[in-house]
Every structure is written in C-alpha cells, then in structure tokens.
C-alpha cells in the first residue's frame, strides 16, 4: 500500500514537473510564454494586413473567471493523443480484441473531431461511455488541450463542479450571475460535460442541464460527453427528454477494459 502511495506522488510529481503548453490564466510559469499564440501578449499581430486582432487565450481567461472549476487540472494537462495508450487495452481474456478495437475507433474519433472543428463545425459532438477507469476522462482532456492549442475556445467542467458553481451564484454576494454562468456553458464554442454520471439530480439540476444541452442542439454548437451511464440508464436519471438531446448531438462511442487503467498503470510502474 505504502508502495502504491509512493508512485501515486511520484506520478503527481513528474505530472506537475511538466511545462504546461496551455494558456495557463494567471500569469506565467516560469519564465516560458504561457500562450504558444500571443506569447502572452494578448493580441496577435498580422503583419500582411497590418492588422492586430486579440488573442483566443483572452477570451478563454475571462471564461476561466466566470468559472472557477473550469481551468484544466495539471494532471488533465499532461492528456494527450499521443499518450493515448492502446496496450492498455489489450487482454488475454478479450480474445476478439473489443476492447481495443472500441478504444482505437474512440481515439479516431476524437483525432477527426478536434482536427476538422476549427474548420468545419458541424455541431455534432461526441459521448463517451464506460467504465470507470476506462479513459474517457483522458480521452476528453486530450482532446481539450488540442482544441486550446488551436485557438477554439472551449469549457472542460466535471458535471457536478458546474451545478454547485452554478448554485453558489444565489450566494448574495456571488459577483457572477447564474445567467452568465449558463449562458457561457450554452454559447461557448465546443462544450465538454465530463462525468455526466449517476449524481443526484433535482428538477432543478436537470432542467439546467436541459437548457444548456437544448440551446447547444439548436444553435449547432458541438458538445463532448463523457458518462458511466448507458443511454437507458441516463434517461433514468436525467429524463428523456435531455437524453433524447444527447441522442441527436452526439455520435456515440463506447471504452471498455477488462481492469481499471488506473492500476494498471501503477503495476506497469512498480514492475520496472
Ligand atoms: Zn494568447
């Protein structure tokens, strides 16, 4: 146990060592330019149409201070495609190779989606299901850090982070108010609901959730999902009539693993 505690700070610290590539909100790391765009000067300037335009990562710290939970954790951070690792799909008791095969459809997927979305958005977005442990979070997060390296402004929130941000704005003393809230999470360019899980939903919540979600459908906005839940079981929990929603803007794609990606990747680490 003591061991598996050791690598888990071992991890978090090689994760945290890491020089981040994102725009980073607040200030520089170090001494690097936060933003590989600007540079951190906030505007980006076209010398061929002498022109100066302000830089996406502005856009992207003014969202950040309408959410507090919005800002992509330093572990998320370090998700990439690249990292993306297929053998951890592999089984010897998944003779067919499902697994992998669902993996590396998913990954394909979101490769497309994030490298045709600046160009040619259709508005349809994608939903991930699975198992906890089975990389759609990692999946996501790759996919947010690609998207903000090109410039698309996005939200990356976890589902229950955004409806207790979304309550605190009744706090008297809030500065932001539900309104901007919702209305950042419904106009923002791609959307990405991680963990739209099993939680305890009210009327309230999931009406919320159903205004963001209707809004996005109707103005073509593409939205990523990722959920433990199976379509039957989401209209369980969040009603048919946002699940239908989900149904129709997004494609649909299903990870599955026979162990925990998590723990394998602790063992992989204590063998060597
Ligand atoms: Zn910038």
């Not at 200030?27 to 830089?55: F, H, N, S």
């Not at 939970?69 to 067919?96: M, V």
Request: with cysteine.
């Amino acid at each position: 146990m003591n061991e598996l505690k050791g690598l888990i700070k071992q991890e978090i610290a090689q994760l945290s060592g890491k020089p981040s590539v994102l725009p980073e909100p607040t200030g520089r790391v170090g001494q690097e330019p936060v933003c590989p765009l600007c540079a951190d000067q906030g505007i980006i300037y076209d010398a061929t149409q002498d022109l100066a335009r302000p830089c996406s990562c502005m856009r992207q710290k003014n969202l950040y201070h309408r959410f507090r939970h919005a800002r992509i954790s330093q572990q998320l951070q370090a998700c990439s495609f690249a990292r993306f690792d297929l053998s951890y799909y592999e089984s010897s008791e998944d003779r067919d190779r499902t697994h992998e095969k669902n993996a590396r459809t998913a990954l394909r997927a979101a490769v497309d989606f994030c490298a045709s979305c600046a160009q040619h958005p259709d508005g349809l977005g994608l939903f991930f299901t699975g198992p906890v442990g089975s990389g759609k979070t990692f999946l996501a997060a790759a996919m947010a850090n690609d998207l903000l390296r090109q410039g698309v402004q996005i939200l990356f929130v976890v589902v229950p982070d955004l409806l207790d941000e979304i309550k605190s704005t009744y706090d008297q003393h809030s500065e932001i108010s539900e309104y901007d809230l919702i209305e950042t999470a419904r106009t923002v360019q791609v959307l990405i609901l991680d963990d739209l899980g099993a939680h305890n939903y009210t009327d309230w919540t999931i009406n919320k959730i159903y205004t963001i979600l209707n809004y996005r459908l109707n103005e073509k906005l593409p939205t990523i999902i990722t959920t433990n839940l199976s379509v039957r079981e989401m209209g369980e929990f969040l009603g048919d009539r946002t699940t239908s929603r989900v149904v129709e803007m997004t494609q649909g794609y299903q990870l599955s693993c026979d162990r925990d990606i998590r723990l394998q990747k602790y063992q992989r680490r204590a063998k060597k």
